[in-house]
Each structure stands twice: as structure tokens, then as C-alpha cells.
């Protein structure tokens, strides 16, 4: 009797592993947090304006942005373990330039090393992901999410803490934080061939299962995909307007230290880390379709309230909303991999890359705003954002037979 033939294969969940990758997203967005964390120092120190700001936050996003899609490319065919290693070190360069920085030129520079790291750094590390997932994607991606989420959430901390009373050139103290990541994605590097061929066991059994079976059509994925990115788009915007201008909208409206509106802006973030993590969650139970309409959608009726809110209200309104909207991320980005299911690293930095690139886009437009119109319009206008989420009603339906295996390169 052949045995093997017999027991079916199980997907194994690797989580020490996931637990490592989420520490380590976790080390590589502090990082990138402290960008928009000293905005309000910089502004002060330079002269800058909101435009200028944007700006800052294009040239970050749209660095992090570009080669996302090609790395993952490139992995796809040759999967490079120790890829994130490299981009750390661009992020550690990145992190000394804007420390040492002594003109709005070399601060543009150094932030572009940054977003290159980081576009180095997500594709490869969502493939992990991934493979150590076995059968629970939506944790698997809620975990290495909520990892990202409460690095972002760190900078604001540290910002008030550390960078406000030392000044510029304490970002340099923060290298120490690359270089703990370094080791940890060097471990997480010599993982990835045992957990891979345990995958491609799970991916020839999964093929063998769904043989003859039909796959998405081109029109299918098309509309899938095309739709999944003007969420994207949406849900970017909005959350922009705070990472860069929420400080700033505090600030003016309700008189705020910086310390105390950053404090509010780390409140903020960390409901974007516990929405990541319950997202996933819960798309493992009711699908990611729904979760998918409840986040992008869900949101609306607290978004508009919120321009005329004192600042009690403010508070709980900002933390309900992206606590809400947070939670599609791990849906969206599943989806299209199950639209995608051999083009893992493809996936994962297109849409890592479309968060940076997107965001990049409206934080440029929101500082030209703002400008304009003030930081309060800022907000009227995002406040009508959410309406975006009823384009899911065009998402196509992936069955289950479809939906289920958490196979794929």
C-alpha cells in the first residue's frame, strides 16, 4: 500500500516563523514611520510648506513603489531569500542620510533610499508569508500586517519621545533598529528552502486535486484586478491624509503640542495594527469578499462625521475608522493572489507597491490642498473617500473550490 498516496498531505502552519517575519515588518516600518513622525520638526527647522511635505512623501512612496513589482517579478522565477538582508541595508542608509541631512535636497535623497529598502524588502517577505501559512492565509497575512501596522504605529513614539527633544540627528540612533532586523530576516533567509519544499508538496497535491478543473478567465482576472486597485486607491488616500496631516489638522484645529498630536496619531495607527490582524482573521471565516465591502465601505458614515467632531470625539471617530478600514488590506491583498496564485511575489509588490506608490500620489494632492484651502478641507473632501467602496459590488465572486487552497508560487 503506498502510504504517501494514502494520508493526505497537511498544510502546515510555521509559526515561530510568521511570529519572526511579523517582528521583522514590524523593525522595517518603525523605520519608515519616522519619516512622516518628523514632519512637524523638519517643517520648522526648513521652512517647508505643505506642497513641500507632499512632496517628501511622494518621493518616499514613489521610490518604495516602482520596484515592487519588478523585484517580485524577478522572485517569482528566482526566489532571492535573502533579498529583504539588501534592503535593509539601503533603509540603514537612508536612515543615516535623513539623520545627518542639511537641505531639503539630501532629505528628498535619503528618504529615496528608504522606499528602496522597502521595495526590496515586501515582496520576498509576502512570499514567506506565504509558504508558512499552510492553510490560514488570513492570519498568516494578518500576522506579518499587524507587524507592519504597529511598526508604524512606533514612529509617532518615537518622534515625541526620542527625535522632538534630541533633534534630527538622533535618527541615527534608530540604525540599531535595521541592524536587529538584518539578523532576524537573515534567520527567516535559511527558513525559506525547507518551508518551500514542503509548499510545492502542498502546490503538486493541490494540482493533482483541481486537475481539470477551470481557471479564471483573462476578463476575470482583469476586472478583479483593476477593481482591487481603485480600492486600493481609495482607502490610501484617506489614510494618507492622516499619516502625513493628521499632526498638522491637530495642531491647528484644537491646539495641540506636537508631542500630544503625536501622541493621537500613534492611537490612531495602532488601530491600524489590531484592524490588520482582525481582518485576516476574520476573512478566514466569512471570505474576503465581504470582508472586503465591510472595510472599504463600513467607514462612511464615521468619515463624515468626523470634520465636525471636538476633539474627544475626533479621537474615538479616527481610531473607529481606521480600525474598520485597516482590515482590508489582508483581504485585498489574498484576493488577487488567489486571482494570481502563481504570481506570488508579482502580487505582493504590486500591491505593497500601490500602497506606497497611491499614497504618495494623495499625500502630493492633499499638501497641495491644504495649501490652498486649508487642512480642515483636507478632511471635508476625504470624508466622501469611502463612497469608493462601492465599486466591490463589481469584484468578481471566486467560489470556494477556487478560493480555498493556499497553493501558488
Keep these: 500500500m503506498n502510504t504517501a498516496a494514502s494520508v493526505p498531505l497537511k498544510a502546515r502552519t510555521y509559526m515561530t516563523v ?22 512637524p520638526i ?10 513641500q511635505i507632499g512632496l517628501i512623501t511622494l518621493t518616499f512612496q514613489i521610490a518604495g513603489s516602482l520596484l515592487q513589482p519588478l523585484v517580485g517579478f524577478y522572485t517569482d522565477r528566482r526566489p532571492a531569500p535573502f533579498s529583504p538582508v539588501i534592503g535593509m541595508v539601503f533603509t540603514l542608509s537612508g536612515l543615516l542620510g535623513l539623520a545627518f541631512a542639511s537641505s531639503y535636497g539630501l532629505i528628498l535623497c535619503a528618504v529615496a533610499l528608504i522606499g528602496i529598502g522597502s521595495s526590496i524588502f515586501h515582496p520576498e517577505a509576502t512570499r514567506m508569508a506565504r509558504y508558512a501559512a499552510g492553510g490560514r492565509q488570513g492570519l498568516a497575512q494578518g ?9 508604524g504605529a512606533l514612529g509617532p513614539i518615537s518622534a515625541a519621545f526620542v527625535i522632538v527633544p534630541m533633534g534630527q540627528p538622533s535618527l541615527a540612533w534608530f540604525t540599531a533598529v535595521a541592524m536587529a532586523a538584518m539578523l532576524l530576516l537573515t534567520w527567516i533567509g535559511r527558513q525559506q528552502a525547507a518551508i518551500s519544499r514542503h509548499f510545492a508538496a502542498l502546490r503538486t497535491a493541490a494540482a493533482g486535486h483541481q486537475a481539470g478543473r477551470p481557471r479564471y478567465g483573462t476578463a476575470t482576472i482583469a476586472i478583479g484586478m483593476t477593481v482591487l486597485t481603485l480600492l486600493m ?15 498638522f489638522y491637530l495642531i491647528e484645529r484644537f491646539g495641540l503640542s506636537i508631542p500630544s498630536a503625536q501622541m493621537m496619531l500613534f492611537i490612531f495607527l495602532l488601530a491600524s495594527a489590531a484592524g490588520a490582524l482582525i481582518g485576516g482573521i476574520v476573512g478566514d471565516r466569512i471570505g474576503r469578499y465581504r470582508v472586503i465591502w465591510i472595510s472599504v465601505l463600513g467607514p462612511l458614515p464615521l468619515t463624515l462625521i468626523l470634520p465636525y467632531a ?21 483581504s485585498i491583498l489574498i484576493y488577487a493572489m488567489e486571482l494570481l ?19 504618495g500620489i494623495a499625500a502630493a494632492i492633499l499638501g497641495g490642498m491644504a495649501d490652498s484651502y486649508g487642512i480642515e478641507a483636507v478632511y471635508r473632501f476625504c470624508s466622501f473617500l469611502p463612497l469608493a467602496g462601492l465599486m466591490a459590488w463589481f469584484l468578481p465572486r471566486l467560489d470556494e473550490d477556487h478560493r480555498r487552497p493556499a497553493v501558488g508560487r
Aim: net charge negative.
Design 143 to 151: 500576522i506579518f500586517q499587524v507587524g507592519g501596522q504597529a511598526g
Design 341 to 359: 496564485p502563481n504570481r506570488i511575489g508579482l502580487v505582493g509588490g504590486l500591491f505593497y507597491g500601490l500602497n506606497f506608490g497611491l499614497g
Design 233 to 247: 486607491f481609495s482607502k490610501n488616500a484617506y489614510g494618507e491624509s492622516f499619516r502625513s496631516f493628521y499632526t
Design 310 to 330: 471636538d476633539l474627544f470625539w475626533t479621537g474615538v471617530l479616527t481610531v473607529s475608522i481606521n480600525l474598520i478600514m485597516a482590515s482590508a488590506f489582508a
Design 18 to 39: 510568521l511570529v519572526v517575519l511579523g517582528i521583522s515588518h514590524l523593525l522595517n516600518d518603525l523605520i519608515q514611520s519616522l519619516i512622516p513622525a518628523i514632519y
Design 42 to 51: 523638519i517643517r520648522e527647522s526648513y521652512g517647508l510648506d505643505f506642497q
